[in-house]
């Protein structure tokens, strides 16, 4: 008998649009909900919702949409336009070996990538181990005693690093930074660029000299050097701490297995990559960078910070600590804007560590600096002079004039080396690099008789040739910590990550309504391609006819999101949101000085702002100034009027969010926009709201003159528990000129200041939003929009009697989502919306935002993606709540002892033999009946934040923190 294999499909069967799966309600759902509503059609709802003078005239300008089977082979396409060579280029990026069992059960795991930010600790127990982890990891592998959960990339943690430096050096405040002259040329660019923003000085100088003369604030080395040297840096550190100045010192993490870490020789801070800890080059990133400081400097420590606590029956429980958000409130020093970092990228580099211990580190270094000794000593055997007498993994070879030729050579025998300058060649060894991988080089070298140097340099190299000096190697333990020695089989491993994982609440179990946030599907058909080699295991630096593919997806992309947002160009490059911020000011800023506008610094940011605007307002050197916000909302036109004559001349830019924070389409958007403009800055529209806006307004057509995007929210990359994410940077005809170029490799095409270590940033999650904008098309998009404000004006009409919404636009509708005004149920019964936040975890959800931008508030975003069944389920558990905060008011418990001062209810309190609570243990664990099938049970109870910290949920601050 045969069996006829199904046709492939080449083309869509009708009613299998990507779109339709994407968009949770079908048309019948849809109809009810616009019952709901008090509407007739989605149309209608668009025309009442979005005011008439911002919207977009045309359809959107895309190619028709691709079926999943079409996407993904247009990406194959694509992908195999990339080379794909062994990559011994080195310069802070790795080959590394990703263990599968940790592939595919943390990278491709929707329990683990669809994870919200920890910020409700106690359905987020399992992530926050793992980035404790990875915090134990760094803090122990640098010798420092505290490190935080990652950072965007070592370029920007290096200039995070020097900024700490200068704010908690105040003897030293006036005074420079001096970086040695043997950093990454990636990070001397960005830290430049950082300083020229700021306006303090950098002076860039051999270290190995010893200390220029001057008042120094601090001084940043790296270990290895950026010509692979490993380098005794006690002296200059010691100098450095004589004269008053700080010291950093960017690390390599697997090279501090083997050599003495910056916290024994007395480093203040130190930085860098964890990317080869199992995370594929990816084109540049995303890869966890990591910071860690010595004591007394852990509340300036920029980025999220992951700490040891108590639940409320006393039981050991993780959360984020107070000190990441106390240093982001503090008035006028105002530090780092990093809000996304690379969660996801540290969970896997922790996971390394943990599967590999840290004799399985050791051991990998050990054969790492094994082929590079064997390498240097086949290099010098022939003559070839080499740059260090000691390195781990990096050999700088002198081979004046031919530096080219040789590069050519090995490319041809398959392998990438770096090309410093036309006499220099680096070569660097990883996990990956095997004896043949020497034995091309070497003959890429014009050496005779590769293979037999390869054999003598190898046995010489075993007999302690090129051997570390003992004043460099490391002699301290590391990774002792339990964890890193117990799991070893890959049996252990995949429990491991299946019961941590098993303790989150992700949006592979329930809908994650968080208000800006934008938690939507992720689809598999995007994820795909993200880990394929063709895509995953090209260098950053790669010679650009190596990369024509991904090239060719960037460009695609940009010029897409040009399309959607109506802006003249697009760079891709920032790591986050927050650093899209950062470069389109830096864009306006740019501007403004080669007008010869220099005294335009002032930045008016409305009061209900994200916090991170205000941050990266500062961070570009510019001044903040609070826009008030009115009664119903929007920006207060008289206190607009107001600022901007006060500070007309010297008018820099307002930031603003469309819609705005509060959910609502303010009709005055042009006219503010006018205003400003009149005045002679320029609008920055905040676009993390973009969900609201796809397909019917473009914010480089209604008044915009730069916007960033969250390619994590809108685009469906995933949060990944708090990173990775990508913040495009959009911007108008007259700022092209000032998107950010490159900081090192080849150019991207771009001209303005370099804010990335690669010069695509995070290139390797592109292939995401590409394959969602191509499966969706124009018009899949706009309709996304629409079910976006679908669900949110259908959960505000069924929610409104029970928790009045706060703010509304055009006949009382809400854009994509919508605030809860809890304050006058709180007033009346005690219950706070953190007690029915926390309540909504025994019903099996994440909670919505808490208190952002209103105290007392929670923030309902719904996105399109969640079916109308998904969307009643919170809508009855929210009805549920409300009764028992009825059940408070009518005395039936008193609020300390309610069900929601409780919550959330751990199967141990729940199941224990005592039980002295007002209400039953039913009413605790299911108080609806649908539970009975799927309960979920957080593994520790309410987790006691301290008293300042109680009404914040996000680590970003508010605006008025940041004014002087
Ligand atoms: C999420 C968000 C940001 C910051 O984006 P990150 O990627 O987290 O840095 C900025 N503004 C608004 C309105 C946001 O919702």
């Known amino acids: 008998m045969t069996i006829t294999a199904p046709h492939p499909t080449t083309t869509r069967p009708a009613g299998d649009a990507f779109a339709d799966r994407h968009i949770g309600p079908d048309a019948g759902a849809a109809a009810t909900m616009l019952a709901a509503v008090g509407l007739t059609g989605l149309d209608e709802l668009v025309d009442t919702a979005v005011p008439a003078d911002i919207r977009q005239q045309a359809p959107l300008e895309l190619p028709a949409p691709r079926s999943e089977a079409e996407a993904l082979a247009e990406l194959r396409r694509m992908a195999s336009r990339n080379v794909l060579r062994t990559q011994m280029i080195g310069q802070g990026f790795s080959g590394t070996l990703t263990p599968p069992v940790i592939l595919r059960n943390v990278l491709e795991n929707p329990a683990w990538y669809t994870a919200y930010t920890p910020y409700q600790p106690e359905i987020s127990q399992g992530r926050l181990e793992a980035l404790l982890n990875y915090q134990t990891m760094i803090a122990d592998l640098t010798g420092l005693p505290v490190a935080n959960a990652s950072l965007l990339d070592e370029a920007s943690a290096v200039a995070e690093a020097v900024l700490l430096m200068r704010r908690t050096n105040k003897a030293r405040a006036e005074a420079r930074t001096v970086l040695d002259a043997n950093l990454f040329p990636q990070t001397l660019a960005v830290v430049q660029g950082r300083a020229r923003a700021l306006g303090f000085e950098v002076e860039v100088a051999d270290l190995s000299a010893g200390l220029p003369e001057g008042e120094i604030s601090g001084i940043v080395l790296q270990q290895p050097g950026d010509d692979g040297a490993v380098v005794d840096h006690a002296a200059v550190v010691a100098a450095a701490k004589e004269r008053g100045a700080m010291v950093t010192v960017a690390a390599d993490v697997l090279a501090l297995t083997l050599i003495v870490p910056p916290g024994e020789q007395g480093a203040d801070i130190a930085v860098g990559s964890t990317q080869r800890f199992g995370v594929p080059l990816f084109f540049g990133g995303p890869h966890a960078a990591y910071m860690a400081v010595r004591k007394g400097l852990e509340r300036s420590l920029p980025g999220r910070l992951v700490g040891v606590s108590t639940d409320d029956a006393g039981a050991q429980a993780y959360r984020l600590a107070l000190q990441t958000r106390e240093q982001h409130i503090r008035r006028e020093k105002a530090t780092s804007n990093i809000c996304t970092a690379q969660a996801l990228l540290a969970v896997v ?65 398959g392998v990438n080396l770096r090309l410093v300058d036309a006499d220099s060649v680096g070569v660097s060894a990883d996990e990956v690099t095997t004896t043949e991988h020497l034995v091309a080089v070497v003959t890429a070298f014009g050496i005779r008789d590769a293979e037999a140097a390869v054999t003598a340099a190898a046995a010489a190299a075993r007999d302690g040739a090129h051997a570390l000096s003992p004043a460099v190697t490391r002699s301290s333990e590391y990774l002792t910590h339990p964890i890193f020695h117990t799991v070893r089989s890959e049996t252990q491993m995949m429990r491991y990550l299946r019961r941590l994982s098993d303790r989150d609440l992700a949006l592979d179990r329930t809908m994650i309504p968080l208000g800006s946030c934008t938690m939507k599907l992720n689809a598999t058909a995007e994820m795909e391609a993200i880990s394929w080699p063709e895509f995953a295991g090209i260098h950053p630096f790669a010679p650009g006819h190596q990369t024509a593919g991904w090239r060719e997806l960037i460009d ?409």
């Not at 990998?364 to 010098?380: D, F, K, Q, W």
């Open 556 to 964: 695609d992309l940009e010029a897409r999101l040009c399309a959607i947002t109506g802006y003249a160009g697009v760079s891709i490059a920032p790591n986050a949101g927050s650093q899209g911020e950062y470069a389109g000011l830096l864009a306006i800023r740019q501007y403004h000085l080669a007008n010869g506008a220099g005294e335009r610094t002032v930045c008016l940011i409305p009061a209900s702002a994200h916090g991170t605007n205000a941050a990266s307002a500062v961070l570009a050197g510019l001044q903040v100034v609070v826009v008030k916000t009115a009664a119903d909302g929007t920006i207060d036109a008289a206190d607009l009027d107001a600022k901007l004559e006060t500070h007309r001349d010297r008018l820099a830019a307002i930031m603003i969010t469309y819609p705005s924070t509060h959910g609502v389409y303010d009709a005055d958007v042009r006219e503010v926009c006018d205003k400003v403009h009149a005045a002679g800055g320029q609008v920055y529209i905040d676009g993390a709201n973009l969900n609201a806006l796809v397909g019917l307004a473009q914010p480089g057509r209604f008044g915009g003159d730069v916007s960033h995007l969250n390619l994590h929210k809108t685009f469906c990359i995933p949060h990944g528990g708090g990173g990775p994410g990508v913040g495009p940077v959009a911007v108008a005809e007259h700022l092209v000129p000032f998107l950010p170029g490159a900081a090192a490799g080849e150019s991207n095409g771009r001209t303005g200041t370099p804010v990335t270590s690669a010069p695509y940033g995070s290139a390797g999650v592109l292939p995401i939003s590409w394959a969602y904008v191509a499966m969706m098309g124009g018009e899949g998009l706009t309709e996304a929009t629409k079910h976006a404000l679908l669900s949110a004006n259908y959960v505000a009409a069924r929610l409104d009697e029970h928790f009045p919404v706060l703010y509304t636009g055009n006949r009382g509708l809400v854009a994509h989502e919508c605030i809860l005004d809890l304050r006058e149920l709180t007033a009346r019964s005690g219950v706070t919306a953190e007690d029915v936040a926390k309540r909504l975890i025994d019903y099996g959800f994440h909670a919505p935002t808490l208190s952002f931008p209103v105290a007392g508030t929670l923030m309902v975003e719904p996105t399109e993606s969640e079916d109308l069944a998904e969307l009643d389920r919170f809508v009855e558990a929210m009805i549920a709540i409300r009764a028992e905060i009825d059940q408070v008011v009518a005395g039936d418990f008193p609020v300390e002892d309610s069900p929601l001062r409780r919550a959330p209810h751990t199967a141990v309190a729940v199941a224990g033999t005592q039980w002295d609570r007002p209400y039953s243990r039913e009413q605790a664990a299911f108080p609806v009946p649908s539970l009975r099938q799927d309960k979920y049970f957080p593994p520790v109870g309410r987790i006691d934040g301290a008293a300042g910290d109680r009404t914040l949920i996000c680590s970003c601050p508010a605006p008025e923190a940041f004014e002087n």
């Open 349 to 413: 580099a922790s996971m390394y560590a943990v599967y590999h211990g840290p004799s399985g580190l050791r051991a990998i270094a050990e054969r790492v600096h094994a082929h590079a000794r064997t390498l240097a000593g086949a290099l010098a055997g022939a003559g070839v002079e080499l740059a260090a007498e000691q390195f781990f993994d990096t050999v700088r070879a002198r081979v004046p004039g031919r530096a080219e030729a040789v590069v050519e050579a090995a490319e041809a025998l």
